[in-house]
């Protein structure tokens, strides 16, 4: 008896052991890696790609929307699109005087968008990378409104070049083009950057998931179409 009472104030007065919490261990998201686009064989307009990759439900905002020409080939007017620019685009389009059945809001990019985050369901940057003196920030500014971004750019300039003129034959960029054409002709149009694979637009979607990339071409040349979105 003495031992069972000698054993009960053992175990009252021995330290309990600390619990132990099992270790969590920290989950990492992971940025999808594609390496090398997919290549569309058939012949398609960049309009066509981006509208094949919306739904007519979704809400979609245009950066840098120009005279809108994404929304009007093939005569569309179903989708629910936003278009931004600012008041003298680069392809010299005054916003404030475009007749299009779209809401149109002005706004730079570089500036930041007059818009929260996660406002639309799909945010365009279509044929501007090549011309905007803020790439990143565009890039940043079209993932922090949406919730998954459309980026078209076309691959190399020679061809677009060539289509403007024979004078081109002396030229081997926009810069020179300016030395031939006159602004009258073909207003503001300059390429900042030149994009020959999908290597150069890496560096400014690095840190995105990376949801399709393909290449596509049409009588306007060949170009590159990527849908990424931010980590969830």
Known sequence: MKEGI???IKGFFKK?????VPKVEEVVPKVEVIEVPKVITE???????????VNENESILDIGIGDGNTWRMGKDGKHNVVGTD??????????????????????????????SDNEFDVSVLSNILEHTPCPQKAVDEAVRVA???????????????????????????????????????????????????????????KQYVKLKVETMKSDAGEQLGVVIRKLQ
């Open 147 to 205: 919730k998954r971004t459309i980026i078209v750019v076309p691959l190399g300039e020679d061809r677009q070049l060539m289509e403007h003129g024979e004078e081109m034959a002396f030229a081997n960029s926009w810069a020179d083009y300016y030395d031939f054409v006159p602004d009258s002709v073909f207003p503001h149009h300059a390429h900042l950057r030149v994009f020959k694979s999908f290597d150069d637009l890496i560096p400014y979607i």
């Open 43 to 53: 012949p398609k307009h960049y309009w066509e790609w981006i509208r094949e990759n």
């Open 86 to 115: 600012k008041k003298y685009n680069v392809t010299g389009f005054d916003i404030d005087g475009l007749r299009l059945p779209y809401k149109l809001v002005r706004g730079n990019v570089c500036d930041g968008l007059p818009f």
């Open 16 to 20: 309990k052991k600390p619990e132990v």
């Open 6 to 8: 000698l054993n009960k």
